[in-house]
T-cell receptor, first 113, second 115 residues
Framework: KQEVTQIPAALSVPEGENLVLNCSFT??????LQWFRQDPGKGLTSLLL?????REQTSGRLNASLDKSSGRSTLYIAASQPGDSATYLC????????????FGTGTRLTVIP | EAGVAQSPRYKIIEKRQSVAFWCNPI?????LYWYQQILGQGPKLLIQ????????DSQLPKDRFSAERLKGVDSTLKIQPAKLEDSAVYLC?????????????FGPGTRLLVL
């Protein structure tokens, strides 16, 4: 069964810093990997989806990388802003093909003004 | 386009009571998912529908949880009777189809507190 781990569990940085969030998964035979953002009391917002054939995806100040062979993904956030404060979750789909997602426990990010 | 709608947003009940949650997916999305997110954890799939059929309900505690999607659109998730450990956020998501790679769109969730 796929297991997804995220490190660190929580992170506080001053505004303007660049930062990296980590995600690891045990079964490298994945179709894709997705990064989500969750604000308190809200649902999940998809940030980036990386297909298994890709190594990177970029959206604005966000860059996600994928290394299937080592079972790792990173989310890089450039020039962090207080509005980036949220919990970031990574997820991979079930290998049976049913598309349900296995999630990590998330990294709670606080950007201090 | 309208997103995934869920109601109620919050619910407080006592243990052994019953509760039901409602989800309206994005129009045209054939696949609907219910996830349970316990505080401090990532979401965990409870059940997945393709139209009005069940694709995966292997992690649904069937002695107390039930779900239906009778007309292949809206869905309800019911807990009867509720236990303290059912306190969580219940997230509904939908996607166009159920094949891998299809993006899932999530609703705002229903926050349940069982006292």
């Amino acid at each position: 069964k796929q297991e997804v781990t995220q490190i660190p569990a929580a992170l506080s940085v001053p505004e303007g810093e660049n930062l990296v969030l980590n995600c690891s998964f045990t079964d490298s035979a994945i179709y894709n990997l997705q990064w989500f953002r969750q604000d308190p009391g809200k649902g999940l917002t998809s940030l980036l989806l990386i297909q298994s054939s890709q190594r990177e995806q970029t959206s604005g100040r966000l860059n996600a990388s994928l290394d299937k062979s080592s079972g790792r993904s990173t989310l890089y956030i450039a020039a962090s802003q207080p509005g980036d404060s949220a919990t970031y979750l990574c997820a991979v789909p079930d290998q049976t093909g049913a598309n349900n997602l296995f999630f990590g426990t998330g990294t709670r990010l606080t950007v201090i003004p | 386009e309208a997103g995934v709608a869920q109601s109620p947003r919050y619910k407080i009940i006592e243990k052994r009571q019953s509760v039901a949650f409602w989800c309206n997916p994005i129009s045209g999305h054939a696949t609907l998912y219910w996830y349970q997110q316990i505080l401090g954890q990532g979401p965990k799939l409870l059940i997945q529908f393709q139209n009005n059929g069940v694709v995966d309900d292997s992690q649904l505690p069937k002695d107390r949880f039930s779900a239906e999607r009778l007309k292949g659109v809206d869905s309800t998730l019911k807990i009867q009777p509720a236990k303290l450990e059912d306190s969580a956020v219940y997230l509904c998501a939908s996607s166009l189809e159920w094949q891998n790679g299809e993006t899932q769109y999530f609703g705002p969730g229903t926050r349940l507190l069982v006292l």
